[in-house]
Nanobody, 124 residues
Framework: QVQLLESGGGLVQAGGSLRLSCAES????????MGWFRQAPGKEREFVAA????????YYHASVKGRFTISRDSDKNTVFLQMASLEPEDTAVYYC?????????????????WGQGTQVTVSS
């Protein structure tokens, strides 16, 4: 069973930075994509960024492009989300997720496994 464990969330002032981590274990397939999503109170879960594990191709939502960077460490089976120039609108619970390669990377329904989430709060 795939397990994902996020960490690194917290409270930060607007303009600040945070780095989220997601450690993966139990995966049995080798070609996949890992994504970050977020969900603010009263809103639907939305795509933030994704990375293909083998080719390291990255994808970003337009609202975070240029501010967030997704990367991965294959030795540690960990994906990171470096967030800079944070805005109050970035406040949400952030989730990492895993999907087999070939699915629609920005779709919540494409991902089979999810972490428990980590809270990010940006104060103005």
């Amino acid at each position: 069973q795939v397990q994902l464990l996020e960490s690194g969330g917290g409270l930060v002032q607007a303009g600040g930075s945070l780095r989220l981590s997601c450690a993966e274990s139990g995966r049995t397939f080798s070609n996949f994509i890992m994504g970050w999503f977020r969900q603010a109170p009263g809103k639907e879960r939305e795509f933030v960024a994704a990375i293909t594990w083998v080719g390291r191709t990255t994808y970003y939502h337009a609202s975070v492009k240029g501010r967030f960077t997704i990367s991965r460490d294959s030795d540690k089976n960990t994906v990171f989300l470096q967030m800079a120039s944070l805005e109050p609108e970035d406040t949400a619970v952030y989730y990492c997720a895993v999907a087999p390669l070939g699915r629609i990377y920005h779709s919540v329904g494409a991902y089979d496994y999810w972490g428990q989430g980590t809270q990010v709060t940006v104060s103005s």
